[in-house]
């Protein structure tokens, strides 16, 4: 090999190897971001943080499905139970190892159960049938 190949070569080597310090540096950022985001445990950052999430969107599905049964309970609403069942399933179907989301669902679809009551069953209306010999109703009767 000529001196100016084996140049080409280590400098060809040298921009391969920047680049691939460029894109650590570019991953870290982003790595960085999505730390910062998750640290403030709200619903709003978790939420930010979900598109992001790469290799821990479980995790953060389940945090929200935790914030969200968190404050059902505390305000008694139905609606924000269920809607943490559904990010509970959807945690379960990235990972179904996560048995801390197994859990969690479990719970929350205990707790739906118990506070939507059954409906009390109502009697059939019973019609009589006009008997030959009785009196018609009267208005009053009515």
Known sequence: ???????????????????????????????RALYELLRQRTLEAYTQALPRGGGVQDRI?????????????????????RSAAAYYREALRL??????????????????RTQIAPRPAQRPIQIERIQPGRMPLRPKDI
């Open 1 to 31: 090999m000529s001196m100016t190949r084996i140049v080409r070569v280590l400098m060809l080597l040298m921009v391969l190897d920047a680049l691939g310090l460029g894109w650590h540096l570019w991953h870290h950022a982003q790595e």
């Open 61 to 81: 599905l389940f945090n929200i499905g935790n914030r969200l049964f968190e404050e059902g309970l505390r305000l008694r609403g139905l609606s924000a139970v």
């Open 95 to 112: 990972n179904p190892g996560n048995w801390a989301a197994k859990k969690n669902y479990e719970l929350s679809q205990r707790f739906l």
